[in-house]
Structure formats: C-alpha cells, structure tokens
C-alpha cells in the first residue's frame, strides 16, 4: 500500500494530478499524492483510486488502468506467466524518431509492448490472457503487439485454453507502416483459426479502442463487453468531425451507444468485472476428454 | 521516382478507375447488389465476371469518373454495408467453387456517423476473419489508392498485385506528417517513411507482384494484366483448399518484427 502511495502516476492522461493540497498548511504534501478526476473535478487520494481498480473513489469514472496492475487485479494470485515479454520492435523502417519514441514508451509505460500477454488462473481456470496498455505509444499496434496476439490465439488453440483480451487502443502504429496495417490480417487469423477449432474468446473493450483494433480482434470475439463509457469506434470523432464537418450525436462511439447498437454483449462495470468472466468462462468450459 | 509522386499518380483524377479494368480485363461482367442487411453501397461494386472459360466474383472499389458520379459513389469511401455486401459475395463464390478478385481503390473506409453507427470497425474485422479462411482463391489488385483498413478489408489474398503507380499505406501522408509533426506540409517526408510504393511493399513481402503501366489508356498494361490474372487462376485452382488456406495465413503470419 505505501508502495504504491508514493508510485508516480505514469501518464497525464491516465490521472491528471495538480498541486492541490487538501492538507494543513505548512504540511508539503507531493502532487502525485492526489489525483483530480477529469469528469467529477474531485481531488481524490491516487492511493484509493489505485485501490479501486483505477476508478474515481468519487464518481465512479473508469479511468486508464495500467496493464500489469490489472492482471494482478484479475487474475487469481500469483497465477500470471507471462509469455514472450522479450519481444521488441526492431524499428523495421528505420522510421524517424521512432526509436527515442518506444524508449520513452517503456520509460511512461514500464513495459516493452503495448501488450502484455501470457496465461493465468480465472477463478480457478486456465485462460490464455492478453491486456492492452494505453500508457505504451497509446496502445497503438505494431508487428510485435500483432506478433503476440496471434502467437497467444496459436497458444491457446494448442493448449487448448479459453482467450480473455483487454484491449486498449489508439489503431494501427504508424512508424511501422503497413507491416502495422498486416497485424490486423495476422491476428484476424489466428482468431478465426482458433474459433474454427471451438476456442471460446471474451474480449472486454476498454477505452480507447479504436481504428486497427476495432477493426480486427477487438472486434472478433465470441462474447464482447465494454467498460462503462469506454470510446470504442473505427474513427475517432475528431476525425470523423473533420471529415463530415458537422456536430456529432452526443455519444457517439462510447460504450453505451455501441450497444444500444447492437455491437456490444454487455457492459461491465470493473467490479462486477472477475464475477462476469469467470461466470462466462465456466459456461464456455470444454468437458473433460475421454482417456 | 520519388513517393509522393507515386501518390499524385495514384490519386489523379483521369486515372483508370475499377470500372475500366472490369471492362478491359473481363469477357463479361454482371453486377449484384445489396449486402441482404442494410442496403447496397455504390462505393463497392461487385458481381460475376467471365475471363475466358473461367467465371470469378469480381468486387472493387469504385471511385467514379464524372463529378456527380464520386459523389454518388462517395468517392469510393465504403460504409459497411460496401463491406458486407463484399463479404456475401465471396461467401456466395466460396459456395460456387468461384475465385474471387478484388480491384482495391479507396482513400479509405468512410469515417462518418452512420458508417460508425452500423460498425465500421466489426464489418472490416468480419472480412478479414473470413477472407483468411475462403476456400477459393483470392486475388487482390491494388490499382490506384491502398487507404489502410479500407483496403486491406478487400485485400486479405494469396497475392496482392501492385499497379506500377498504386501506394498502400497505413495512413495517408497528409494525415501522418500531421499526426506526426503537426504540419500537413511535410506529407512529402512522410510519403518517404511510410515505405507506400508497390517497390517498398514488394520488398517488404506485402505485395507479389509489381504490374507496370503501359500505354495512354493502359491498353497494354489490361492485357498484360489479364494473361497474368489468367494464369493465377489455373495454377491457384488446381491447389488444395486446405494448402491454399495455410499458405494464405503464413503470408501475413510471417510479416513478423
Ligand atoms: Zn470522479
């Protein structure tokens, strides 16, 4: 607890923190200790909205919620192996930038991929799980976020092991060119082959998901949940705004109208989140094989 | 030749469009309409045309030629229902035992309201999903503008053929130097990075095949065309569906770090 009491908030957009000072006088209180919510403006303690799975102690808003710190939340203890965490884009293009780019993702993100992916104990069952993190390059999808995403589905269709996915996303990473656009035909693959073969895949879409992703394997599973308020769109509306030069229906594109447009399952709030997986999981559970 | 000349090429607007190929390439062509769900999207055309012997479902992206005719064709931007009326036809060839091409031109999907409304972003992931697993061989011609998802959502083949002058690009240039640097004006420096050209992506394993252009009205480069799509046909239809399936997904399993 005080560990993480004094962790510095990895990300401005993740808990956008000021100077505030809801303490006596006198008393130097550092500002990452407190975190103001973008949509309630309350100044909460970053301790309790770490404690609350990331969300405001306040309003409830669901904020960013940093990979390895939701695995440790949804996973059963100490139940995580992590797969494939060496694998690191080599800058294929030589893209300009680029480089100094993924070394101040890994400094923001403390990971060395927009995904971390490996297999974990669900509520007791073995799940091949794979979570998005928007802290790395906004989650955006290079050749080595496609590389494990499909290298887990071929895993999981192996072991023959249900797939929970947590995406989070920006799209496709540009500095990779279309080596990034050809992860959305890889993983769409690997899902389609692992389907084909009876896996059960859960994806639960949290904000932002959008273009590359929502066009591939955000898209693509058996059942698929959102978080509330989530933005999960194939373009953003800013984009879409320049394009068609018009005011947007409010709502567009979060969580809410999605469903109510028919592409959502459900929506699952995080703390009803592990009940919901493991409930989906169990009715998705293979009978023992024979011999 | 520089990238961002590829790109103007691409993009000039007395370019042959998909409609000059159908009829240049093809003995016949019959189109179809309608995707049974929402409506029919005139920025994809699709139906059944005849090369020699041979029936394939043909599908493109249709830009249009006249004013009023990119207008109404929404200057080839597809809405999902161009997707999925894309996808119920290659499910009806797949159910005929007919090979599918594809003449991919399109600045991108539509970004719009509706096209959000209606799952831009599910209707693309679908064909991807299932042209990776479609039982008959799958061609797909970039012939003009390869705008990221919305030309890869036609493009997942046992070949992809660049024109001479097509690019496929992750973004547009405009939209990566503005991303990228904040200023449009350096689209030029991005075209560059972006590795776009059909030489770039032929290098990179992306596309197979480069297909010059020849003549004012590309009559040589159609019946060049032709004798090659000819002859991809007869060797890809006497493969196994099953070969034919792995060897489609190791092409894209392959493009690895
Ligand atoms: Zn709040």
């Known amino acids: ?291 | 030749m520089e990238a961002k000349h590829r790109v103007a090429a691409a993009r000039a607007k007395d370019r042959p469009t998909a409609r000059s190929y159908i009829r240049s390439l093809f003995d016949e062509f019959t189109e179809f309409h309608g995707d049974r769900l929402f409506g029919d999207d005139p920025a994809i055309v699709g139906g059944i045309a005849r090369l020699g012997q041979t029936y394939v479902t043909l599908i493109a992206q249709e830009k249009g030629t006249t004013t009023r005719e990119r207008a109404a064709r929404n200057f080839g931007s597809a809405h999902p229902e161009g997707y999925r009326k894309a996808l119920r036809l290659m499910k009806q060839a797949e159910k005929f035992g007919r090979p599918v091409v594809t003449l991919v031109d399109t600045s991108g999907a539509f970004c719009g309201i509706g096209a959000e409304e209606r799952g831009q972003g599910r209707a693309i992931a679908e064909n991807l999903m299932e042209m990776m697993t479609l039982r008959v061989p799958v061609l797909a011609i970039l012939i003009g503008e390869g705008g990221s998802g919305g030309a890869l959502g036609l493009s997942v083949a046992d070949e992809v053929w660049m024109l001479e002058n097509s690019v496929y690009s992750v973004i547009s240039p405009e939209g990566c130097a503005s991303i990228l640097w904040k200023d449009a004006g350096r689209a030029a420096e991005a075209a560059d990075c972006l590795k776009l050209t059909a030489q770039d992506l032929v290098q990179l394993s992306v596309a197979e095949r480069i297909v010059p252009e020849r003549g004012k009205g590309f009559e040589e480069t159609f019946a060049l065309l032709r004798s090659d799509i000819e002859a991809f046909l007869d060797e890809k239809q006497r493969v196994p569906a099953e070969e034919l399936l792995q060897a489609r997904y190791q092409k894209f399993r392959k493009i690895q770090p």
């Not at chain 1, 000021?18 to 309350?42: D, H, M, N, Q």
């Open chain 1, 1 to 291: 607890m005080i560990k993480g009491l004094f962790k510095k908030p990895r990300n401005e957009l993740e808990l956008s923190t000021t100077g505030a000072k809801p303490a006596p006088s006198g008393v130097y209180i550092p500002p990452e200790l407190f975190t103001v919510c973008p949509r309630c403006k309350k100044s909460v303690f970053t301790s309790d909205v770490q404690e609350n799975a990331y969300t405001c102690p306040n309003c409830g808003l669901h904020m960013r919620f940093p990979a390895r710190q939701r695995i440790a939340w949804i996973a059963d203890p100490d139940s995580f192996v992590e797969l494939w965490p060496d694998l690191k884009s080599s800058d294929p293009l030589n893209f300009p930038e680029y480089k100094e780019k993924l070394e101040a993702a890994e400094r923001a993100s403390g990971e060395s991929e927009s995904v971390l992916t490996g297999t974990a104990r669900i509520g007791g069952i073995e799940t091949a799980l794979f979570v998005m993190d928007a802290a790395f390059m906004m989650g955006s999808m290079g050749t080595v976020t496609g590389e494990k995403i499909a290298r887990l589905f071929e895993h999981a269709a192996e072991e023959d092991l249900p797939v929970v996915g947590f995406t989070a996303s920006g799209g496709a990473r540009m500095q990779e060119g279309m080596l990034s656009l050809m992860q959305m035909a890889k993983t769409s693959g690997a899902v389609k082959r692992f389907s084909d073969a009876g896996g059960f895949y859960l994806a639960m879409l949290t904000d932002p998901t959008t273009g590359g992703v929502t066009a591939s394997f955000a898209m693509e599973a058996d059942v698929t949940a959102a978080e509330p308020g989530a933005l999960i769109c194939f373009a953003g509306p800013r984009v879409i705004e320049q394009t068609i030069r018009q005011k947007l229906p409010p709502g567009l594109g979060r969580a809410e109208s999605l469903l109510k447009n028919g592409f959502l399952d459900k929506i699952v709030p995080r703390d009803q989140q592990k009940k919901f997986i493991v409930r989906m999981l169990r009715a998705h559970k293979k009978p023992r094989r024979e011999g």
